[in-house]
């Protein structure tokens, strides 16, 4: 009789070495965070080594776990492959896309059937990541990000030019008329773009200074609740706050205006399998419509 190691456990492991992150493998299979610590646990208690490195910010591989991990991901692409020559059908391509939850909500997903259903064969799973690290590490496949300067490692592919203005909620009780009527108004800031303000201000020829301060929260998607909610004004690009705006969450009483910035589909550089190739030109068409 075979003595195999649990397969549950196997398959906890797998999601936690690929993500390096428990958090992350629990949301990848739709359970707990404690349910994969446990079943991690108990394949390290099956096999007597340890297989990751805890710390504050996830988990590193051991060089067991590094071992056991090249065998796992080696095993279970054969299981899918073969699987799917039984089952008379082409393997599904999974491709791992990173990008801010709002773009996500906003704009890729309403149109994700469309590539579905002409793409049947490639599955998209989607992930609220935007750091450059996490493509590197291949916890993503792939990110859409906005920025204006790029690593010399990654391939970019510009899908929007970025543009950006002021938005609060229809019930704000100051006048917006022009730029400097911001002055001494409750201005509320992102920490992934802790300059954007300032950057709105110096392209409107008023003083970036005075646009420093205010409430700051980690994510865009705080910061537009918070300004649906009337805390304050915030600075956004047009593309991410499209469902807000229409809904009537938000206004924009100055407009939008251009910025340095672009909106752009990030990969390691020689990147080449279908299933990306597919993406990529999927998106620079959908970008360009």
Not at 33 to 61: C, D, P, T, Y
Not at 98 to 110: E, T, V, Y
Request: net charge negative; aromatic share 6%.
């Amino acid at each position: 009789m075979r003595r195999l190691p649990p397969l549950n456990a196997l398959r906890a492991f797998d999601a936690a070495a690929r993500q390096l992150s428990i958090s992350a493998a629990a949301q990848e299979l739709h359970v707990t965070h404690s349910a994969v610590s446990h079943q991690v646990r108990q394949l390290e208690q099956w096999l007597g080594k340890a297989l990751f490195v805890r710390h504050a910010g996830g988990v590193r591989l051991t060089a067991e776990g590094q071992s056991l991990k090249q065998a796992v991901d080696h095993t279970f692409s054969t299981l899918v492959a073969r699987c799917a020559e039984i089952a008379e059908q082409e393997p599904i391509s999974e491709i791992v896309l990173g990008a801010p939850g709002s773009f996500l909500s906003n704009w890729l997903i309403p149109r994700l059937d469309r590539f579905e259903a002409n793409y049947p064969g490639i599955r998209v799973r989607l992930q609220t990541s935007t750091a450059m690290d996490d493509l590197r590490r291949q916890a993503v496949d792939c990110l859409i990000v906005s920025d204006r300067n790029w690593p010399a490692d990654v391939e970019v592919v510009s899908l929007f030019d970025e543009t950006a203005g002021p938005v609060c909620a229809p019930s704000w009780p100051h006048r917006i008329a022009m730029p400097t009527d911001l002055h001494s108004q409750p201005l509320l800031h992102t920490s992934s773009r802790p300059h954007a303000w300032m950057e709105w201000a110096s392209r409107n020829g008023v003083e970036p200074a005075m646009f420093a301060e205010g409430r700051r929260f980690d994510h865009l998607s705080l910061l537009l609740e918070a300004a649906a909610a009337g805390l304050g004004v915030a600075i956004a690009p047009a593309l991410l706050v499209e469902r807000e705006l229409s809904q009537g969450k938000l206004i924009a009483p100055l407009g939008f205006g251009p910025n340095d910035a672009v909106f752009a589909l990030c990969a390691m550089r020689g990147r080449s399998d279908k299933a990306f190739c597919d993406l990529r030109e999927w998106l620079v068409k959908e970008s360009a419509a």
